[in-house]
């Protein structure tokens, strides 16, 4: 059956050109209609095309970090290189940015509202932007968001996904209402278990019917004091491409679970069951399968905490500096729900670690600085490799670690190049 279609697909029928081309006129004649003009020279335009008039007019580069790595615009994904993220709190311009569909523009912030519903509240309700600005306490927090496939590109053989390296993470302040706040004046029946989010992205197709994605977390975490219904990055208005005007923020787990465009959630008396929450979408087998090996649902178990990670964000790799200077080396560390105890580093292929400076998160769930100052024997290529080990005495794998379907979870040591001359 499958073979056949197949074949169909390598000889295109006569009826399936010409239906090619009626889909391609009544794309036209759509795109005519919405332009109000005729596009006089539609027979030139290419397979797949869409009118500049009728691209996304926003554009998510712009304040951006130019030398950012852009892995796709249709969705906008792109990424930060190691070294653009030196700073303690990540600028929005160095911020990566990840979207399973369209970004939502002409967004109005002045009749914003976010309706909690859901089978395990007692009543739905509704508050204005306003209302949540004014009725409840706010709170500020540096939180780490990490994409689950932050580092996927390591992976062998290539899992399908945006082939983020190592920049899909940042670490912010986020000001807005703690969840748990809402939720206990929206009031929660005891059989609550979960809640879902949901924000106004649509389809690349436009298609505004089903969600794009539409995760959640157990009730335990949005209860956490650092889960936040946010309104503000960095002391200023979210910027669109990371969610204006509202974002649920939950620091530490995938950032999946911090939903862009907030204007609903549920509270689920189940595992909630949205777009991406179900299927092999953020879930990690249960038991280690060969390379390749798709393996089934039952034997894949939702990815909470993320592990354990550091990254070097100076010297950018590749540098060069002479022997008779000490160089100074310095990044982030972070371990999902848990603390960084140790960074060590390593420029002998790790047979020989020196433990650095690492500095106490500003608060739960954001990332920790480490420095150490490191001298060289001689002239010379040299790797500076840094791992960190988190609370519970796990440290990070300097090899690729295992091997999963949809490319998760590579928190392998960060690797830089130094010349010493
Ligand atoms: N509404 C909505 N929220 C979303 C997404 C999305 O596509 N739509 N992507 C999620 C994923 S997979 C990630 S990694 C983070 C990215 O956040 P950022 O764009 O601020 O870096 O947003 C999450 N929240
Ligand atoms: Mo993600």
Known sequence: MARSSENQLDKPSVSSQDRRSFIRKTIFSTF???????????ASIPEGYIPVALAQQFDPMKGKNPEMIIRSDQPWNVEARPHHLDDAITPFENIFIRNNG?????IDATSWALTIGGESVSKEKTYTLAELKTKFKPYTYQLV??????GRAGFYPPTAGNQWEEGAVYCSEWTGIR??????DVGIKSDAVYIGYYGTDKHLNGDGSKPVISRGVPISKAMQDETLVAWSLNGKDIPLAHGYPLRLVCGGWPASVSGKWLNKLVVRNKEHDGAKMTGDSYRMPKNPVAPGEEGTVEDMTIIESMPVKSLIT?????????????????????????????VQVSIDFGATWKKCILKKPANRLAWQQWSTELAFPEAGYYEVWAKATDSQGISQPMVIPGWNPKGYLNNACHRIAVKVS
């Open 102 to 106: 369209l970004i939502p523009e002409d």
């Open 314 to 342: 100076y010297p950018k790799t590749g540098a060069m500096f002479a022997k008779s200077k000490k160089l100074n080396v310095r990044g982030h560390a972070w371990a999902g729900e848990f603390e960084v105890s140790e």
């Open 32 to 42: 005519s209609a919405v332009l109000g003009a005729e596009i006089i020279h539609a």
């Open 179 to 184: 969840l748990k706040d809402l939720l206990q």
């Open 145 to 150: 968001l990490e994409c689950g496939g932050n």
